[in-house]
Each structure stands twice: as structure tokens, then as C-alpha cells.
């Protein structure tokens, strides 16, 4: 099995005084600004960092839904945040790490099991699989 998903940017202008817009294919992104200073700058607006973070937040969060029902588990609730660490290197830019955080909720999971689990779903995410950095995580069962 396959599956094709489109994302689209456009971009007009230099790096430092353009503007650009994304898009995606459900329409989710449809023309959304982005551009240096919300990158670069902190100013407000969109980047692919931060969107590579809520996708390789949402990539694992349903791993781990899904390796957790192949344990006879079901979380109550999950809450994952992804940060995405972009440094200067030697040749320009690199997303160098990404640190994804978990609080969760799972009745009838102890800590050995929910470690076991958490693991196993940050190293089998596709996203995970997809990226060139070290990815950490911290993972909290909560009550």
C-alpha cells in the first residue's frame, strides 16, 4: 500500500523581506503566511519547523495509539508536544533534534509497560523514521 499526500509553498521576494504562503492538500493550510522573521525572528507566523514539530507530534501520538491497542490498551487522553531544535552548522543550516514530550493517561498501564511502549512508538513513527536528528522523549503517565 501506498499513500501520496501533497504540500505546497509559494514564496515572493527576497529571504529577509519576501513573504510566502503554504498550502495542503485537505485544505487544512490553505494560503497560510510564513516567512524569515516568524523563522528567524520570533515574530509571529508560521515555519517548517514548527510544522514538522506538529506532525511528527501527531505521527507519534497515533503510533502510539496503535501499538497500545496491540497491547489490549486504550489512552484516556495523550498529549504530545514535538520540539524542533534548528541550528547553524558548517554547511548552513539543520534540524539537528527533535524532543517530543507525552503526558498520558492509559488506564491499566504501569510504568514498565507505558516505557516499553513509548519507545517503541517514537523509533517506529514514520516521521521518527524519516528524520536525520537524534530524537529524544520524555513520557509521563499520568493519573
Same mark, same amino acid.
Given at each position: 500500500m501506498s499513500i501520496r499526500r501533497r504540500g505546497a509553498a509559494a514564496w515572493s521576494g527576497g529571504l529577509k523581506d519576501g513573504r510566502g504562503e503554504l498550502f495542503t492538500q485537505s485544505?487544512?493550510?490553505? /494560503?497560510?503566511?510564513?516567512?524569515? &522573521?516568524?523563522?528567524? !525572528?520570533g515574530q509571529r507566523g508560521s515555519n517548517p519547523e514548527e510544522l514538522l514539530g506538529a506532525a511528527h507530534a501527531g505521527c507519534?501520538?497515533?503510533?502510539?495509539?496503535?501499538?497500545? /491497542?496491540?497491547?489490549?490498551?486504550? &489512552?484516556?487522553?495523550? !498529549?504530545?508536544?514535538?520540539?524542533?531544535?534548528?541550528?547553524?552548522v558548517s554547511d548552513g543550516f539543520a534540524i539537528t533534534a527533535v524532543h517530543l514530550e507525552l503526558k498520558a493517561k492509559i488506564p491499566g498501564a504501569d510504568q514498565a509497560k507505558f516505557e516499553e511502549?513509548?519507545?517503541?512508538?517514537?523509533?517506529?513513527?514514520?516521521?521518527?523514521?524519516?528524520l536525520n536528528a537524534d530524537i529524544t522523549l520524555d513520557a509521563e503517565l499520568v493519573e
Open positions: 485544505k487544512a493550510l490553505d /494560503g497560510y503566511p510564513y516567512g524569515f &522573521a516568524a523563522r528567524f !525572528e507519534f501520538t497515533m503510533a502510539l495509539s496503535l501499538i497500545l /491497542g496491540e497491547a489490549g490498551l486504550t &489512552a484516556e487522553k495523550m !498529549e504530545t508536544s514535538a520540539e524542533v531544535t534548528l541550528d547553524e511502549l513509548v519507545t517503541k512508538a517514537k523509533e517506529g513513527c514514520p516521521v521518527s523514521k524519516v
